[in-house]
C-alpha cells in the first residue's frame, strides 16, 4: 500500500526558517508535490519535485532524496501569513490518484 | 469570476434530507474531482471525472452520487447522509492528457455538516 507521515503541527518564530518533513512508502514513485491550505480555504499547489534535489520558488523550497524516501518544504523569513497547514503528496507512476499526507500545521508566532 | 468555485460554502442538513453541492471551474481544464477532507485524515479522493466521463469510483458510498454534465460543471447529489459524513469536500480540476498527472487546482469547499 502507500503511506506518507509528516508531523502533525509544527510551531515557528516569525523571520525564522522551518523545514517540514514527509517519508513515504509507495510503489511506483514518480514525484512529490506540496500543497499549501489556510483555514477555510482551498489547498494550493506549491511545487514538485520529479528529480532528486531542491527547487527554490521564492521564500518557499522543496526538496525530494529517492533514495532516502524523503523530501521536505523550507519555509524561509517566515510571516504570519505562512500560518496555514501543509500537505505533501505522492505522484505515481501510471494514471494513478495523488496520495495526500495528512498534513502539517504551521503556526507562525511573533 | 476565475479559478474554481463550489455552493453552497456552508450547508447543514438532516439525515433525510437531499441536497447538491455544485462545483465550477473557469480554468479550461479536462479533469474534475471531488475530495472529502476530515480533520486530521489525508485528503480522499472520491470521485474523478475526465472528458466527462467518470474515471475514478473510490469504493464511496452509494448515498454520494455523482454528475458532471460538462467539462466546467460537477455535482455531488447527497441523500439519506450519515453523521460520520461531515466533512469538508473539496473539488479540483486538471488539465492533462492523462488524468492525475498534472497539478490540481481547488475550490474552497462545502463544509457540511449532518445532523
Known amino acids: 500500500g502507500q503511506s506518507l507521515e509528516q508531523p502533525s503541527e509544527v510551531t515557528a518564530v516569525e523571520g525564522a526558517i522551518v523545514q517540514i518533513n514527509c517519508t513515504y512508502q509507495t510503489s511506483g514513485f514518480y514525484g512529490l508535490s506540496w500543497y499549501q491550505q489556510h483555514d477555510g480555504g482551498a489547498p494550493t499547489f506549491l511545487s514538485y519535485n520529479g528529480l532528486d534535489g531542491l527547487e527554490e520558488t521564492g521564500r518557499f523550497s522543496s526538496f525530494l532524496s529517492r533514495s532516502d524516501s524523503y523530501g521536505y518544504l523550507l519555509l524561509q523569513e517566515l510571516q504570519m501569513k505562512d500560518s496555514a497547514s501543509y500537505f505533501c503528496a505522492v505522484r505515481r507512476a501510471g494514471n494513478t490518484p495523488l496520495v495526500f499526507g495528512k498534513g502539517t500545521r504551521l503556526s507562525v508566532i511573533a | 469570476e476565475t479559478g474554481v468555485t463550489q455552493t453552497p460554502r456552508h450547508l447543514v442538513m438532516g439525515m433525510t434530507n437531499k441536497k447538491s453541492l455544485k462545483c465550477e471551474q473557469h480554468l479550461g481544464h479536462n479533469a474534475m474531482y471531488w475530495y472529502k477532507q476530515s480533520a486530521k485524515k489525508p485528503l480522499e479522493l472520491m470521485f474523478v471525472?475526465?472528458?466527462?466521463?467518470?474515471?475514478e469510483n473510490n469504493s464511496v458510498p452509494s448515498r454520494f452520487s455523482p454528475e458532471c454534465p460538462n467539462s466546467s460543471h460537477l455535482f455531488l447529489h447527497l441523500h439519506t447522509l450519515q453523521p460520520e459524513d461531515s466533512a469538508l469536500y473539496l473539488c479540483?480540476?486538471?488539465?492533462?492528457?492523462?488524468?492525475?498527472?498534472?497539478?490540481?487546482?481547488f475550490g474552497p469547499g462545502t463544509r457540511l455538516l449532518v445532523l
Open positions: 479540483a480540476s486538471s488539465q492533462s492528457r492523462r488524468v492525475y498527472q498534472e497539478t490540481q487546482y
Open positions: 471525472y475526465s472528458l466527462e466521463e467518470r474515471v
